[in-house]
């Protein structure tokens, strides 16, 4: 029987009028391979919808509908990333969520969509410090300086984490980097201290983004973009709503979402699922970059 997976890449195969050898070639796998994720036989590889996807150039709604239908496939949720405070609250949940009404469900799913797709980065619930104003456009021509002065202008994953180690002292005399404890960082993930010419890491974010993990990466350019856009600045928190183009965190985003993704690079892409994987981000980072570009 086919999972809901397997319909839907047999869709895919059906409407490019390809068999089930031909699909399989395109993925360099074995026929025998993909049957058996169609019925269930063999787990869905990680990210082996975002290949199908880019492999047919699939549009974002073919994408969008193949990515729910892995997700209702898969019986198991790889948490072992996941730091052990957080695969308790993962775990906790599980146990919980067939006492729930369907009514509470659904709540929950649309709270946590919202979370996952718009919430961060760009639309963060707290506001930063407030610095001075800078358009997203100035933001973005900074990031793409920052891409020729690295001599990576048009390259596909920036390397971030090269850079911010290896590379950037060069540039910023003094600069080191520091790993800590999230509990030393009093929950933070990461913290720049322009300063002090010093990135701190969370010892969990900084292993991650070694290992090319999307937010991580995320989280390192963002606070790259502090250390360089407010290294001269009066950071103050306001008592009263402000501008959030006067946000500090906003501009961290803005230029995070710029290096990681600049528009040049988009502008080769189909959608924001293809984006995410070749630029090493998550999808909702990319989808947030794929709407500001007016795609």
């Known amino acids: 029987m086919l999972t809901p997976f397997g319909i839907q890449i047999r869709k895919v195969r059906l409407d490019k009028g390809l068999r089930l050898l031909d ?3 395109a993925v ?28 047919f150039n699939l549009n974002t709604d073919e994408r969008s509908e193949l990515v729910r239908a892995a997700d209702r496939t898969r019986k198991e949720v790889k948490v072992s990333r996941l730091p052990g405070s957080e695969r308790e609250l993962v775990a906790a949940f599980a146990r919980r969520v067939d006492t729930m009404s369907p009514e509470d469900i659904e709540i929950l799913r649309r709270l946590v969509f919202k979370m996952s797709g718009d ?25 793409d ?5 690295f001599g990576v202008p048009g390259e596909m994953t920036f390397p971030i984490m090269d850079v911010i180690e290896f590379r950037l002292e060069r540039f910023l005399p003094g600069f080191y980097i520091e790993v800590s404890s999230k509990s030393e960082l009093n929950g933070d993930e990461a913290r720049a201290v322009p300063g002090e010419n ?23 350019a963002h606070e790259l973009g502090h250390l360089l856009m407010h290294r001269n600045v009066m950071l ?5 709503e402000f501008p959030i183009y006067r946000d ?3 501009q961290a985003d803005c230029f995070a979402g710029g290096l990681l993704m600049p528009q040049n ?24 970059m794929w709407r500001k570009y007016g795609r």
């Open 23 to 25: 699909m399989a070639a």
């Open 28 to 55: 360099e796998r074995t026929s025998a391979f993909l049957s058996a994720i169609e019925t269930g036989k063999k787990p869905i590889p990680e990210g082996f919808e975002h290949e199908i996807a880019r492999a």
């Open 119 to 143: 919430e961060v980065p760009f639309f963060r619930r707290k506001r930063g410090t407030l610095v001075a104003g800078r358009s997203m456009k100035d933001i973005w021509n900074t990031a």
């Open 145 to 149: 300086m920052v891409r020729k002065i």
């Open 198 to 220: 010093t990135i701190i890491f969370s010892e969990t974010v900084y292993e991650r983004a070694w290992k090319n993990d999307g937010r991580s990466r995320f989280t390192a």
């Open 236 to 240: 103050a928190r306001s008592s009263t």
């Open 248 to 250: 500090a965190e906003w």
């Open 265 to 288: 690079v988009v502008q080769k892409f189909a959608d924001p699922g293809e984006m995410a994987l070749e630029c090493g981000v998550t999808f909702s980072a990319a989808e947030v």
